[in-house]
């Protein structure tokens, strides 16, 4: 047997001590384990002959800690988190801290001698390290992942198992529910995170448009001797000459090519024909069901104060938080439009309130429904107060997005049309130093 490496594992628990030990050494590696902390501090003040390590910071009252005193003590050197399952919040800041891969708990034999030689085999060069920088960068702003509710930790376990594979993946969930947003997060856990990730828009493109945005030989996304990560957005609409171009593509490129060569991410919100053949079935061998906000009620407290703060960074506003009255109505409304209307609703009521407390005036204003008798009340300042809110809110959008109208617009979740409609309405006007108002 070829004899793997020399390897560092620490573990608090005893079982998973056991299995990544065991794991290593059924694989030809040689093993210095530690199961407590005395013996870790030991290890590490004298042993530093060793090619990775493998940390399980899950039990640890202090994990990220634990792990930044690894990477400072071993600079350079491989580090292998094992983090709690389902925590994607720990496997994110794990990998931007410096790890080179991550484990999910509960952790399996076979797995630390996977993860090891894949990382052994990235081989952390300079270049790789520049890569890395750049990946984080990329990936900066995908923020906090919430979720404690049985249904979102489903899903998050099931993702992390899922990006550290190299399979084709569909998406599905409803309009608004964060397709994109896990999309992105799948690829950043991924060992592809340092590669490209391209995506594309399936919905009311020709096949012709579709095949010049992905093949064309001057600026095509995709080129047969670059790995890259490729997201189908409303991937139901891929014309089928698209996908048997798409999947010539991949075999091409799995015959040619000594890595796994481009990694293809569906998104949909209808359900992909039942061809048990061709692109459509190597996509669905793997799925994750994104849940609605309506399954996950127990998140909406915490999600709001994640968003609240996005916003409040995005638009340079001041702090905001949901009052009593407020935080009640969100819980007794139904969000068709998934957390994309929660967040748009989120928006416009931290720019109308008048104070850091968000009330249920501001969430009518900002065009949550209410009962029949606040309606009565609240009527009367309605028009007024939205159109001084919008056109606030727009102001603020136009000057974070330097004037893009494009960016800007996908910000507010409306058309450039519209955008343009309102920018006059409102007299507002863009120029390269500053946003002039009311001309």
């Known amino acids: 047997m070829a004899d793997l490496g020399r390897f ?46 493998i940390v399980d910071i899950s039990p640890h009252p202090a994990p990220l800690y634990l792990l930044r005193d690894v990477l400072a003590f071993y600079p350079g050197k491989p580090v292998i988190a094992v983090v709690a399952a389902a925590d994607i919040n720990a496997a994110m800041q794990a990998i931007r801290l410096g790890a080179s891969d991550y484990l999910l708990q509960p952790v399996l034999a076979e797995e630390a001698p996977e993860a090891v030689a894949r990382t052994l085999l990235l081989n952390l060069s300079a270049p790789h390290r520049v890569a890395q920088h750049i990946g984080w960068l990329r990936e900066r702003d995908l923020g906090e992942v919430v979720g404690s509710s049985e249904e979102i930790r489903n899903t998050f376990q099931l993702l992390g198992e899922i990006a550290r594979k190299e399979t084709h993946v569909l998406i599905s969930g409803e309009s608004g529910s964060g397709k994109t947003y896990f999309a992105r997060l799948l690829h950043f856990l991924s060992p592809r995170r340092y590669q490209p990730l391209f995506r594309i828009s399936c919905a009311n493109k020709t096949s012709g448009d579709l095949l010049l945005e992905l093949f064309s030989s001057r600026d095509g996304l995709l080129h047969p001797a670059y790995d890259a990560t490729l997201l189908l957005d409303a991937c139901h609409c891929l014309p089928a000459s698209v996908q048997n171009r798409l999947l010539q593509f991949v075999q091409e490129q799995s015959r040619t090519l000594p890595t796994s060569g481009v990694r293809i991410i569906g998104l949909t919100e209808a359900p992909l024909s039942r061809a048990k053949s061709g692109l459509f079935a190597q996509i669905d061998s793997s799925k994750i069901a994104i849940p609605n906000l309506s399954e996950r009620l127990t998140d909406l407290e915490p999600l709001c104060r994640v968003l609240l703060r996005q916003i409040r960074e995005e638009l340079s506003l001041p702090d905001r938080e949901l009052d009593s009255e407020a935080l009640r109505k969100i819980r007794n409304s139904e969000f068709p439009g998934n957390v994309r209307e929660l967040y748009t609703v989120l928006q416009r009521a931290a720019v109308m309130s008048r104070s850091n407390r968000i009330d249920g005036q501001a969430l009518y204003l900002a065009g949550m429904e209410v009962g029949e008798s606040e309606v009565a009340i609240q009527i009367g300042i309605h028009s007024l107060q939205i159109e001084e809110a919008e056109e606030a809110l727009i102001g603020k959008a136009l000057t974070k997005n330097a004037g893009n109208v494009s960016r800007t617009a996908q910000s507010l979740g409306i058309s450039r049309g519209t955008l343009y409609n309102k920018m006059r309405k409102y007299g507002l006007a863009y120029t390269e130093r500053s946003l002039l108002s009311r001309n």
């Open 8 to 53: 560092f594992v620490f573990s608090g628990d005893e079982r998973t001590l056991y299995l990544l030990s065991s794991g290593l050494s059924d694989a030809g590696g040689r093993v210095i384990r530690s199961g407590s902390d005395a013996e870790f501090r030991y290890t590490m003040q004298h042993v530093a002959d060793f090619d990775a390590a």
